[in-house]
Nanobody, 120 residues
Framework: QVQLVESGGGLVERGGSQKLSCVASKRPASTYAVGWFRQAPGKEREFVAAIRYTGGSQLYSDSVRGRFIISIDTLQNTAYLQMNTMKPEDTAVYYC?????????????WGQGTQVTVAT
């Protein structure tokens, strides 16, 4: 099974920057997109950013657009999330996601999550 491991979380000051990484044990079959999601206490998991596995096209939630940058190094099977100008509301557990499509449906692979806390 594909395993995703996030790292880079921790405490960051308001307005600061933090970079998360997500290393996949191997490329999931038929992967077409990679994304980052987050979940704050008492809230549902929400979409943050996504990028096509082939690179280029990116999507961002309104809350992070202009502040966060998603990227992927397919050779190293590693996805990144550069977070800038961080706000307290960015505090959450961040999860890496690889999405593949085969057998007529999407298949999602998730990391264990990494805690990001923005100090007030």
């Amino acid at each position: 099974q594909v395993q995703l491991v996030e790292s880079g979380g921790g405490l960051v000051e308001r307005g600061g920057s933090q970079k998360l990484s997500c290393v996949a044990s191997k490329r999931p079959a038929s992967t077409y997109a990679v994304g980052w999601f987050r979940q704050a206490p008492g809230k549902e998991r929400e979409f943050v950013a996504a990028i096509r596995y082939t690179g280029g096209s990116q999507l961002y939630s309104d809350s992070v657009r202009g502040r966060f940058i998603i990227s992927i190094d397919t050779l190293q099977n590693t996805a990144y999330l550069q977070m800038n100008t961080m706000k307290p509301e960015d505090t959450a557990v961040y999860y890496c996601n690889y999405r593949a499509f085969w057998s007529g449906r999407s298949w999602d692979y998730w990391g264990q999550g990494t805690q990001v806390t923005v100090a007030t």
